[in-house]
């Protein structure tokens, strides 16, 4: 049984030889170009110094300064250096790394952050810390969109499961007392949201991208009805959630930079972690996620050798949007937070770009997250320390790189084969 569902998967995941993708060189190419011009059309000069260790960390490290003029132009000496490296690949039929696309992104990084603090400090560990804080939902809702996918199911309705998660943590949390009893009970709604995909998609066989939208409106909706009528009339009763402690790590809390930024964080976070780790490994290392993988590629060959194809993808949906819902507590409960009308604000969309981003992998996935994340957080430091980027611009930062990322960077990229289809065994 094991090896014909493996070969199913194997051979669903081969990939057609001999088959050029320009689009990441000829996206490297076109964000090379506006990153020059950005920089002939509104030079800067003197230095820009970036703060990397904080006051609390036990080996302090030296502030880092950086010419702007000389630096913005060395980092575009090496973004056109690595984008005609990829259309040097694409040429000869290979694939562009993704080692090549993170070098491109964190040379554009650098190269964009000394040229809008000239003359200005960026808090480095603070920046970091604020993209892994932003990236957390981000990631729980990927993670659920991960797993969905490869067993077969558009989960469009991340959104909703995040939101409906927010409101059910702020909601028992505040009427408890008891943080951890709001993550039950976001999970617990998260699953509710996906109980209502799974039955119409899978058992009523009705378009699970259809199905996801109208979840994800209905849970606005709702949601935003009982706040108005509830919730803010009620505020200090049923909508004034405590929040978790931050637990330092001894020891690794006190890393330069990666202790600030990691290992002073809240159960959530630790869990985030936890859950990571434990879908690729369940995904790529045990029966469960073989199972899981044939039912999303091939779903009548997994049918052939005994895997109920359908309570398969019924029993991973409710999975992943407990995942997803867990992920919503981080808007009210992980930061103290009152629940508010829609304030997940269109995360669980970028947790489905992260997902197409990241080629269904969960360690991938959660990288394209912390990229989201990163870009979220970078537009609010910019803000801080004065930037002259305009604030419309920053406002658009994290949606642009979004948008970049998954229509140009990504390459190809292929989909488990029966991902979004129904499986109507006969």
């Known amino acids: 049984m094991t090896l014909t569902a493996d070969g199913a998967v194997a051979a669903q995941a081969t990939v057609t030889a001999g088959v050029r993708s320009w689009k990441a060189p000829i996206a490297l190419a076109v964000f090379t170009v506006l990153y020059a011009l950005l920089m002939l059309a509104a030079p800067r000069g003197g230095e820009t110094s970036f703060r990397i260790s904080t006051e609390a960390d036990a080996l302090q490290l030296p502030v880092a300064t950086a ?25 000869q039929y290979r694939q562009t790394p993704l080692w090549l696309i993170a070098a491109y992104i964190l040379l554009a990084i650098v190269g964009f952050l000394t040229w809008a ?16 804080a ?28 995040l939101l409906a998660g927010a409101f059910s943590a702020a909601v028992v949390a505040t009427l408890t007392g008891q943080p951890l009893l709001g993550l039950v009970a976001a999970m617990v709604a998260g699953m509710l949201v996906a109980f209502v995909l799974a039955a119409f998609a899978i058992k009523y066989v009705v378009d699970q991208v259809i199905v996801g939208v109208v979840l994800n409106v209905l849970v606005a909706g709702f949601t935003s009805f009982l706040f108005s009528q509830v919730l803010q009339p009620n505020q ?138 990163f870009a979220s957080s970078l537009q609010n430091t910019l803000s801080v320390i004065g930037s ?38 006969g």
């Open 67 to 91: 010419p702007v003029g000389a630096t913005v132009w060395v980092v575009f000496a090496l973004l056109a250096a690595l984008t005609l490296g990829a259309a040097i690949l694409v040429r």
């Open 117 to 132: 603090g000239a003359g200005a400090t960026i808090p480095v560990a603070g920046l970091l810390a604020g993209a892994v």
């Open 134 to 161: 932003l990236a957390i939902p981000l990631i729980y809702g990927a993670l659920a969109g991960v797993i969905g996918e490869r067993v077969g199911v558009v989960n469009i309705a991340i959104e909703g499961q």
């Open 236 to 373: 200090a009763t049923l909508n004034n959630p405590p929040r978790f402690d931050r637990i330092p790590i001894p020891i690794l809390s006190e890393i330069p930079v990666l202790g600030p930024v990691l290992f002073r964080q809240t159960i959530i976070v630790y869990l985030m972690y936890i859950a990571v780790a434990l879908v690729w490994f369940a995904m790529f290392r045990t029966r469960w996620g073989l199972r899981l993988r044939a039912v999303g590629e091939h779903p009548q060959a997994a049918d052939t050798v005994g895997i109920n194809v359908n309570a398969t993808r019924f029993w991973n949906v409710l999975l992943a949007g407990a995942i997803a819902g867990l992920g919503g507590t981080v808007f009210t409960i992980g930061n103290g937070i009152a629940f508010n009308k829609e304030m997940t604000a269109g995360a669980g969309f970028i947790a489905l770009a992260a997902v197409i981003f990241g080629q269904w992998d969960p360690i991938k996935a959660t990288l394209a997250a912390l990229l989201f994340g």
């Open 388 to 425: 002259p980027v305009p604030s419309e611009f920053m406002l658009m930062l994290p949606y642009v790189v979004t948008i970049f990322v998954v229509a140009g960077v990504v390459g190809r990229s292929r989909a488990p084969a029966a991902d979004g289809q129904p499986y109507i065994k």
